[in-house]
């Protein structure tokens, strides 16, 4: 009984991230907001309130991050300091590759939706993504 609860559990916990695929790639580019950061441990940070959001450009696997803060006439501020990406595959997953002057790093998207963008760095922390809507005053 137990060894099939422990089935159960594990087959849910597989079940919560859905498999990437090349063609839903695409819905890297926009606005994304951090929602939360689960952490190896299972311990998770929640974030009620951004002052910056991620912009992803693009284009053929290839393009740029960028932190910008929404304001409240619906436009954006931004220092105008970018890292470039690239989206490399191995063994079928898929990984974000960045580059800056600083440094180069990687992590693995874990799940790709409309709505809901999960990836994931070599420290195993888990980041959370909700699509950003913006907020106007007008």
Known sequence: ???LSLLLVALVLLSCHSKVKEEDLTKLN???EIKKVDMPNGESKDYKINETVDFFEMKNN???????MPQFDGKFKTNDIKENIKILEKDNHFFIEYKTKFGKW???IV???DSVLILKNKDELEYEYKRFTPFSLK
Request: charged share 30%; net charge positive.
């Open 30 to 32: 926009g606005y994304w």
């Open 106 to 108: 990687q992590e693995e």
């Open 62 to 68: 290839i393009g740029f991050r960028q932190k910008v």
């Open 111 to 113: 799940t790709i939706q």
């Open 1 to 3: 009984m137990k060894k």
